[in-house]
C-alpha cells in the first residue's frame, strides 16, 4: 500500500498538479482515492500512469490528469448533488464522492455497473447512488443537480442534461466526431445556458437515445 500512496502523489504532482489542475480539494481526493482499484487486474501496474486504460465492453478509465481537469471544473463545494454519466470503472464517481455530498452515476452496461459499485462498497463510499439506464437522457428523478460529469463523447449536448442542472450548476462533457471532441463547460443562469470550449480530447463514445447509436 505504500507504494501505491507513492505512485499516487506523483501522479498528482507530476501528471494533474503540474498541469494546472490547483484546486486543492481536487487534489487531495485524487491523492486519497485507490485508483488501481478500479482498473483490472492485468492493468494495475499501469493504474497511475497518464493514459486511460481498458477495463472491458469496449469501455476506458480516462486518463488521470483528465478526471482531474473535469473535475475541477464542477467547483464542487461539499454540499452539492452530482450526476454523472457513464460509471465505467467507477472511479470518477469515487473521486466526486470525497467532494459532493450526494453523487448519482448511470451506466448503460449493467455488468460494469455492478462491478463499479461493489468496488465502491468495499471502499465505504456510502454517498454514492448507482443507476442502468441511458445517460444521454441524465437521470430525471434525483434532479436538479449542482453538478453533471459524462465520460462519453456526444454528438452534440443532450438537451435533457441542460434541463436537470440547477440554477448556476455545471455541465462538463465531450461532444464531436466519434474519436475526436472538445471538452465543453455549461453553466446555467435562468433559462440561458453559458458554453466555454476547454481543449480537444477523445472518448468512448455515449450511446443512447441522445447519443450516438450502437
Known sequence: MDDYA???????TEQIEARGVRDPRVLEALRTTPRHEFVLAEYRQDAYRDYPLPIGLGQ???QPYI???MTELLQLKGDETVLEVGTGSGYQAAVLSRLARQVHTIERFQDLA????RIMT????ENVQSHVGDGSLGLAEFAPYQGILVTAAAPKTPQPLLAQLAERGRLVLPTGRRGSQVLELWQRCGDEYDCQVILPVAFVPLVGELGWKE
Do not use: D
Open 60 to 62: 476506458t478509465i480516462s
Open 114 to 117: 455492478e462491478r463499479a459499485a
Open 6 to 12: 507513492s505512485q499516487r502523489s506523483r501522479m498528482v
Open 67 to 69: 478526471v482531474g481537469l
Open 122 to 125: 468495499g471502499l465505504h463510499l
